[in-house]
């Protein structure tokens, strides 16, 4: 097993790195070339052949006018990614509310270089999706750490209290939550959206980059009304299409007029637009294999209790359980059997990417045997 080399960062004492990011590490999982790699949330399947085929008729029409610049605003794309969200988050969605960028990162670093920024502040409920916090600090914006319960829900009381404390100018709420798994309910939602204009005009962030995968609905429908509610995508799920980098928001008008005012320009190449409307035109066959990846995952909540885990319930495509004394001590034993899963540095827990039945089963069982070892 080899894993990607850490940078000497001893140099950059001499570097004039900025000091909120001084002592920071960038994002990043183990990538080990083991036999069942179940970190990082992708889709196990790869596309179909009849949609990599569409892939390549479409970008060799690129391919034809790679002399010019792409579509600056990816017109076409925006509209087919307005018909899929229209057609499966039981909401109307038009062209001009939505904005595609590359990856739901940059959809989040775009929002926060328009809304955030020095002297502002964003804030988010911890655990969750770590890139929040690195995104905000990367473009100057101050990180606020807001509260969960033992169960890993939102605290509404406590997270309110926050808001009205903090002021903050930026709030994520990640549903599905993503280490735990936790979806967030329309009503808590609403609450924090509505603490979040009384405190001041604030944009409310929901990632919803597993919503596909969730027992529940999409809370697409909330942003009717509310023009400061921003509904955060990506087609690397459950699209499979991870290798892809295309991300999307659906929001008011006037939050896509504005991201525009920092977005670079002609950020998405043709042969990224032109792969990812020939994956939208896939659209029933790819969310085939979601359905098949919600039984597993739910088969995996169901097999890990049975062995004596604790399991969070899930509505993504992984599953967090545990708890162990020594979180990465229990990593490195269930790698040591083969199989790579993340240690997010939640205390006590580790999370498992819900992947083939042949990959989860191995995966179980070598946390039978992990159970096992603990036992004696």
Not at 24 to 42: C, F, I, R
Not at 220 to 233: A, C, D
Not at 339 to 347: A, E, H, I
Request: charged share 25%; aromatic share 6%; hydrophobic share 40%.
């Amino acid at each position: 097993m080899t894993e990607t080399p850490n940078p000497d960062r001893s140099a950059w004492d001499e570097l004039p790195v900025r000091d909120e990011l001084r002592g920071k590490s960038p994002y990043g999982a183990p990538q080990l070339d083991v036999p069942v790699q179940l970190n990082t949330n992708e889709n196990p399947y790869p596309l179909p052949e009849p949609l990599v085929a569409r892939i390549a008729e479409r970008v060799a029409e690129a391919a034809r006018t790679l002399n010019r610049y792409p579509d600056r605003d990816a017109v076409e794309l925006r509209t087919e990614l307005a018909r899929y969200l229209t057609r499966t988050g039981k909401h109307p969605v038009a062209v001009e509310n939505v904005w595609a960028a590359n990856g739901s990162n940059e959809v989040l670093q775009q929002l926060l270089q328009t809304f955030g920024g020095p002297g502002r502040t964003a804030i988010g409920f911890e655990p969750s999706y770590s890139m929040h916090a690195l995104i905000a600090r990367g473009t100057g914006t101050g990180w606020i750490s807001g509260p969960r319960n033992d169960d890993f829900t939102i605290d509404v009381a406590a997270a309110e209290q926050a808001i009205a404390g903090h002021r903050p100018d930026v709030v994520f709420i990640t549903s599905p939550n993503n280490p735990t798994g936790t979806a967030v309910a329309a009503d808590t939602v609403l609450a924090l959206y509505e603490a979040a204009q009384a405190a001041k005009p604030s944009l409310v962030v929901v990632d919803e980059a597993y919503v596909e995968f969730s027992h529940r609905d999409s809370l697409l429908p909330l942003i009717e009304g509310r023009p400061n509610l921003v509904i955060s995508r990506t087609m690397s799920k459950a699209f499979g299409a991870a290798g892809l980098r295309l991300g999307y928001l659906a929001a008011h008008p006037a939050v896509v007029d504005a991201v525009q005012l920092v977005r670079l320009p002609y950020h998405l190449s043709a042969v990224t637009q032109a792969t990812a409307l020939a994956a939208l035109e896939h659209t029933d066959t790819l969310l085939g294999y979601v359905e098949q990846l919600k039984a597993e995952r739910d088969r995996l909540v169901t097999e890990l209790r049975g062995i004596g885990c604790e399991v969070t319930d899930s509505d993504a495509n992984f599953v967090q359980f545990g708890k162990f004394p020594d979180s990465h001590v229990a990593w490195r034993r269930i790698l040591d059997r083969g199989v790579l899963v993340r240690d997010n540095g939640v205390p006590g827990w580790l999370r498992v990417t819900a992947g083939t039945p042949e990959e989860n089963d191995a995966f179980l069982d070598a946390v039978r045997e992990l159970m096992k070892e603990q036992e004696r």
